[in-house]
């Protein structure tokens, strides 16, 4: 198992075929476009310059948009997964 | 649904031919111009340095102007929505 | 109505021709010039990284000098108007 | 009047002919010269990140020593005057 | 022995051949590419701006992944060691 | 006298024949050497972000080496002076 | 003797023939090599935001790695020195 450290996620990307089916069509334009996947692990969350923790707002098994090109790519148990900074997650799919 | 991290909101543009209705005529000019949208759903609020998480000034189905370079585009249930932080909003038209 | 968010503020911006009423006149150099307007809405204020809101300096109807690049331009009902941050504003003229 | 924000500084250039009097010369050489002024108005200091404002150690009619490229230039009353910040002054000519 | 300063990680960097015993394997793609190590040595942790040193989450033995560029390579009793901040690890592998 | 603010020093600059004297050469390379110098007058100190003054280590009198290329330069009195932040001290000579 | 402020230290750089004795051999690679010293001096350390003297991990007489490319280079009593950041410094080597 990959557990990632401080506010980094390890997310299982959604492929193009998958993520019509969540409804997420991107438009065609020159903004930067978001990507979907799967929350796998999260860390305990980054430490602020008061020495306290926070908490992540995001868990295991939420689905997510996040930043095309945050985070690093490793395969790890055949999957394809990636991981990524909280701050790079943009918002949760409900 | 889209549930915006952090201190990022999930923003509904408003297209020229709606924006005239509202009374914003964007001057010729070199400066940045803002660009107009109706807040749709609003994130916990950013978490400063001393832990304590600092609660959005805005909420769902205010008017805003924002920066119009601002932000992360997605198409989601057919509508054209942005997702950006709140400190892109300029002002709220009341 | 304009409300601007945090530690911004919307101004009116004085033309050229009342800013000699005011008495102020710029002098020919290579410096940058401040421009004069006049405090037309007051945000909040900016919140500190220890969590506290910063009241603002400036009130509504103030005269002010601001930096001649800062801010955003918009119109609205028919007033050119300029959105920008307390920090931009350099004086107020009593 | 003119009212500085935050840590700003109002002050008045002092001529060249007037700086010898002060005993103040200025060295031939490369690193950057300092120019003179005397402090015309006070602003009411910078906030601190943790919210407490930082009361200024310069008052008005000091004569200073400040960074010859800083600040922003204006006339007022007939007077040539600089807008700077408290920490673009290097020294208090006392 | 080496004693890392601070946030420092020292790390026995996994060949090659040992890293598809672990069951890492990496994608082809443009996206930075991770890198898998052993510790070997850890800091007592970084100081906040508060004051408070924060403990590291890793410990020696623990097999992590960190950024393939980060860090300062040192040989030591004969075997390639990296030294780099414990930010610069993306996940243990547990 | 020249008081220099915040965390200011104000440095007579110890000439090249006079340094032989305190035991300090300058190697030859290509990496930044310092410079000598005396201390004629300190500041209160800079204020962090919590807004506590920190008080100086220095104090006038003592020797000191300081970056070569820090300071702004200013003649006083006929003598030529630097004015300088503590930071840019690196050492005190005893 | 020399006497480092704040968070710096003052190091003696050993040689290349004296960094075999003590087992540490540099790799053939492109990242960053360190260089290895013994400490002489060691500051009061740095001071936080919050106003706070932060105690240094490092003291006299220990063996370190640092940065090849850290400090200033100061002849003194005949000594090739160099002052540097403790940040600077890697690892201790016990």
Same mark, same amino acid.
Request: negative net charge; hydrophobic residues 35%.
């Given at each position: 198992?990959? $557990?990632?450290?401080?506010?980094?996620?390890? &997310?299982?990307? /959604?492929?193009?075929?998958?993520? %019509?089916? =969540? !409804?997420?069509?991107?438009?065609?334009?020159? $903004?930067?476009?978001?990507?979907?996947?799967? &929350?796998?692990? /999260?860390?305990?969350?980054?430490? %602020?310059? =008061? !020495?306290?923790?926070?908490?992540?707002?995001? $868990?295991?098994?939420?689905?997510?948009?996040?930043?095309?090109?945050?985070?690093?790519?490793?395969?790890?148990?055949?999957?394809?997964l990636l991981i990524l900074r909280e701050s790079d997650v943009l918002a949760?799919?409900e």
């Amino acid at each position: 198992m990959l $557990k990632p450290l401080g506010d980094r996620l390890v &997310i299982e990307v /959604v492929k193009e075929e998958e993520k %019509t089916a =969540s !409804g997420i069509v991107l438009p065609d334009s020159a $903004k930067e476009k978001p990507q979907e996947g799967k &929350i796998v692990a /999260v860390g305990n969350g980054r430490v %602020t310059e =008061s !020495g306290e923790r926070v908490s992540p707002e995001v $868990k295991a098994d939420q689905k997510v948009l996040f930043s095309k090109y945050a985070g690093t790519e490793v395969k790890y148990d055949g999957k394809e997964l990636l991981i990524l900074r909280e701050s790079d997650v943009l918002a949760v799919i409900e």
